[in-house]
């Protein structure tokens, strides 16, 4: 009986979580392509035709390479689906003699299945079938290979899809942590803009029913328009210029606020609400007497945006960035270290009488 398909080749990959799981056609294919390669060793002596003449006759060769095929495939199952189920003991050392007792246990059934095979569904002659140690040998040889095999592609598989469930919990956890971010920024805006509506509305001001309207456009871009990922960048400057006129509605001085935006905005996408932080923190510790007072560009350039901010700092000194309550600097980066990880740059820089921001985020 010769010894086909001994030669057993290398596959590997993972296993299946509950929330994360490598999707069922692809572990398919694996297996399939696993059992193909060992097919293709089996048949390599036929390509290099470098085998026995005789073996060729009445299919012997064929014969062995199908129940060679057929005892490796439940050798490679059992060990696939069993081995998992005892790694979840705590000891693991037990798993080496474990798998040493089972390849045994294998061979033990297998060769007797061959022997079965050759004798009554071949019908090989008693002849042919003289018992010979070096079956025993050749049997343990190519359970072993196929149960490492089966280890491997098991193990490769599992430890695939932890790697994937742990990066979708990754996934799931900032997305909840941007959300958070993000959420703090409308309250904190909210609370202050109706501060500055009470303040017209308390002095009977004539600007006040303007302050309302552009309210309800700020909030409707807050509570519609920026629930998504992303927004058009030409929303986001929409809802700047709003937010802007807003806070220009309680200041006397004209031309306060400088804004320009250079470059095309066509089909630019941004976080939404990514950039108001900056603006709000001006408005709130720049210095009044200035015109203008604080000046906002944003540059669109083909591989970059860039959004400066740079404001007059009041007698006082207070800083630009609040960072003491509010959504202060520290949440400022941490968004946009989640949203832009190393795809943005962050200066702020304090000079004798001007503070300056400067955001960059790369496409």
């Known amino acids: 009986m010769s010894d086909v398909g001994n030669t057993a080749p290398g596959a590997r ?17 694996i297996h399939v392509l696993f059992w193909i390669y060992m097919l293709n060793q089996a048949f390599f002596p036929v390509y290099l ?177 920026s629930n998504t990922d992303v927004v058009a960048v030409n929303k986001e400057v929409e809802y700047l210029n709003s937010f802007i006129e807003l806070q220009q509605l309680r200041i006397l001085q004209k031309g306060f606020v400088e804004i320009k935006v250079n470059g095309s905005m066509e089909n630019r996408t941004i976080a939404p609400m990514l950039l108001i932080p900056f603006v709000e923190n001006a408005f709130k510790h720049g210095d009044k007497n200035h015109a203008p007072g604080i000046i906002i560009q944003l540059n669109m350039e083909t591989d970059r945006l860039v959004f400066t901010v740079e404001n007059y700092i009041k007698v006082n000194g207070q800083p630009s960035v609040d960072e003491s309550g509010g959504f202060g600097l520290e949440n400022i980066k941490r968004r946009l270290g989640l949203l832009y990880h190393e795809k943005h740059e962050l200066k702020i820089n304090k000079f004798d009488d001007k503070y300056k921001v400067e955001l960059t985020i790369l496409n």
């Open 49 to 225: 035709n470098k085998i026995d003449t005789k073996l060729l006759q009445d299919y012997i060769y064929l014969k062995d390479i199908f129940i060679t095929t057929l005892l490796n495939i439940v050798v490679f199952y059992v060990v696939y689906f069993i081995i998992p189920k005892f790694l979840r003991l705590r000891r693991k050392w037990y798993v080496f003699p474990f798998v040493i007792l089972l390849a045994v246990a294998l061979s033990a059934v297998r060769l007797p299945v061959e022997i079965a095979y050759w004798k009554y569904l071949v019908e090989m002659s008693a002849s042919e079938l003289q018992f010979q140690y070096e079956w025993i040998w050749a049997t343990l040889k190519i359970t072993v290979i196929i149960s490492i095999y089966a280890m491997l592609i098991r193990f490769s598989i599992d430890w695939f899809e932890s790697q994937k469930y742990k990066d979708e919990l990754i996934k799931e956890r900032q997305a909840s942590e941007i959300a958070l971010l993000r959420s703090q920024v409308n309250p904190h805006f909210l609370f202050n803009t109706l501060n500055n509506i009470y303040s017209l509305v308390y002095n009977k001001s004539d600007e006040a029913p303007e302050a309302v309207m552009k309210l309800s456009s700020i909030m409707r871009y807050m509570l519609y328009d």
């Open 13 to 29: 990959h993972n296993k299946s979580n509950p929330i994360s799981t490598m999707k069922s056609r692809y572990k398919i294919l």
